[in-house]
């Protein structure tokens, strides 16, 4: 490794601290169980795991076109894809995912992804190098839990990587990629969709629900350290999108979780003015993104206007806002054009990230 590079990542004696595992409610889910993670911004080891998330990440994306950056891409596949009165969904996540994975069998399984995309060297260092700078991470990897009024624990971390860790996505994508690469490429032979966001995966599928549950029973017993829970039907929630079959295409809308609020930045918050304006209009532009129909989007806009009453927005400031919103995208100050019969096209426009 150049010396330049080994200062780059060596850890700093002064700032460098333990780090320490808190939990967070998922809220979202009945009993509310914990999800573990781990705060390592400052740890002994911070600075080697963002490199090699930095470098590996965009082969990974690059090499997996399946891969989703955000719902917006998804979108832009589902208003491509053609629908029949055949078409089935059904999405599943990876249990535990992050915390599950085998150690040496996923730096192998990153070896591997590069030596077969002929990757000889990455920033100037050898796949050895890579290899070993994953190992150090995770066999390094110590945290501490210091509950109140108890004396603090320490711990090894020893199956998978710590959540909060910034290697840890790319090395368990790739050990996924691997996983899922036969099921991919079924999907791929019957012109279905196939797309993965982490540890949620979206499929689509014309075969008898008897038929794709047992690929998906087979993929569920496929590696010991991975397990899938599924559901499906004609109407599915995936990332932040409500989807529904119509034929000839997807029908989308907004999808909320049963935990949600109608919270957001309070109006008389001391943040600059500039964000307290670019909340409606980003929420506007995240509805007219995901909703497929106008008379959804209508309904939505509705909905984020008493969501910013209820955080003390002035109705004339919220008008002066949407107005804003509806010229950029329309160039009116009213939402007639784009809440009439040319709303796909609006659509289509807002569709594009630039």
């Known amino acids: 490794m150049p010396q330049y590079m080994l200062e780059r990542l060596r850890p700093s ?3 460098s601290e333990l780090p320490h595992l808190y939990y967070n409610p998922k809220d979202h889910k009945i009993g509310e169980p914990l999800r573990p993670i781990v705060s390592g911004i400052k740890s002994p080891l911070a600075k080697i795991s963002s490199f090699l998330d930095q470098n590996i990440r965009p082969i990974f994306d690059k090499h997996t076109t399946y891969s989703l950056p955000n719902s917006i891409v998804f979108l832009k596949h589902l208003k491509n894809f053609e629908t029949t009165s055949e078409t ?3 999405t599943f996540d990876v249990t535990d995912l992050y915390t599950m994975i085998p150690q040496k069998e996923a730096v192998l399984a ?3 992804f590069l030596g077969r995309h002929g990757y000889k060297k990455i920033r100037g260092l050898s796949i050895n190098t890579i290899k070993a700078l994953f190992l150090h991470v995770l066999e390094n990897s110590y945290f501490v839990l210091q509950l109140p009024g108890l004396e603090p624990k ?5 199956r998978g990587g710590a959540m909060g860790s910034a290697c840890t996505q790319v090395l368990a994508d790739i050990y996924v990629r ?3 690469s036969d099921f991919v490429q079924k999907q791929q032979q019957e012109n279905e ?3 993965r966001f982490r540890d949620d995966v979206f499929i689509t599928t014309r075969l008898m629900p008897q038929q794709i549950e047992s690929r998906l029973s087979e993929l569920n017993k496929k590696d010991a350290n991975l397990k899938i829970t599924w559901e499906g039907g004609k109407k599915v929630d995936y990332l932040d999108v409500t989807t529904e079959i119509e034929t000839p295409n997807f029908k989308t809308t907004v999808f909320r979780k049963l935990a949600a609020q109608p919270c957001v930045l309070p109006f008389h918050s001391s943040h600059p003015k500039h964000i307290t304006r670019n909340i409606p209009h980003a929420a506007a532009l995240r509805a007219t993104r995901i909703c497929s129909h106008r008379d959804d989007l209508r309904n939505e806009l509705d909905r984020i206007r008493i969501m910013l009453l ?7 400031f919220i008008d002066k806002q949407m107005e804003r919103f509806f010229q950029e995208v329309t ?9 009439g019969i040319d709303h796909h096209k609006y659509r289509e426009k807002v569709l594009d990230p630039t």
């Open 331 to 339: 160039k009116e100050k009213t939402g007639d054009l784009l809440l």
């Open 193 to 195: 969709l196939y797309f």
């Open 13 to 15: 004696q002064k700032e």
């Open 110 to 112: 990153v070896c591997k």
């Open 310 to 316: 209820l955080n003390k927005y002035p109705p004339r």
């Open 178 to 180: 691997k996983w899922e």
């Open 154 to 158: 320490y711990y090894k971390q020893t």
């Open 88 to 90: 089935h969904m059904y």
